[in-house]
T-cell receptor
């Protein structure tokens, strides 16, 4: 059974550019969540999608957005990149919308903004 | 607002010793609690999931307990090995299904 797949694994972008990250959940999982991990702030929740609807959103500026497609794959977009956006972006999937069966994480996308 | 704390922040033990990692949370209205392991620069690997109606879960050398009323969970790793060196993260799932993470405990097991 394939795990959660995140692409690309590494990205280097310049300040002011925009970036799109992709997450393919485990087959049959309908919930996808996104997290940002930095040394200073730890793991912070960005947003969660279930059946193409955003259910929860963390405390991040509007430059961070996402969407989920009918096949449950999700994308996250960050516009007007800032140096502080450099982080490991992790996505997690779950079969249900409450995490009752727990979450499975992908390997992450390492974004470096220069 | 839910706050999750992990103590200690770092731990170094000789191989063969048992590890005890602590996690506390301020709001007992959690849906479940999940322990993860993270190796440097990698994603999170799920170790154990304890649903709110359970008090403990076991998998091999790992055992995790949950006491919702006191807002505590403990992860025990028996007979530690150098391969257990990693950062261990505890996360509670709130009623919205959102994971709230602690800052982690960095473990080093020396041969």
């Amino acid at each position: 059974k394939a795990g959660v797949t995140q692409t690309p694994r590494y990205l280097i972008k310049t300040r002011g550019q925009q970036v799109t990250l992709s997450c393919s959940p485990i087959s049959g999982h309908r919930s996808v969540s996104w997290y940002q991990q930095t040394p200073g702030q730890g793991l912070q929740f960005l947003f969660e999608y279930f059946s193409e609807t955003q259910r929860n959103k963390g405390n991040f500026p509007g430059r961070f957005s996402g969407r989920q497609f009918s096949n449950s794959r999700s994308e996250m977009n960050v516009s007007t990149l800032e140096l502080g956006d450099s982080a490991l972006y992790l996505c997690a999937s779950s079969p249900d919308d409450r995490g009752w069966e727990g979450y499975t994480f992908g390997s992450g996308t390492r974004l470096t903004v220069v | 607002k839910q706050e999750v704390t992990q103590i200690p922040a770092a731990l170094s033990v000789p191989e063969g010793e048992n590890l005890v990692l602590n996690c506390s949370f301020t709001d007992s209205a959690i849906y479940n609690l999940q322990w993860f392991r993270q190796d440097p620069g990698k994603g999170l690997t799920s170790l154990l999931l304890i649903q709110s109606s359970q008090r403990e879960q076991t998998s091999g050398r790992l055992n995790a307990s949950l006491d919702k009323s006191s807002g505590r969970s403990t992860l025990y790793i028996a007979a530690s090995q150098p391969g257990d060196s990693a950062t261990y993260l505890c996360a509670v799932v709130d009623s919205w299904g959102k994971l709230q993470f602690g800052a982690g405990t960095q473990v080093v097991v020396t041969p």
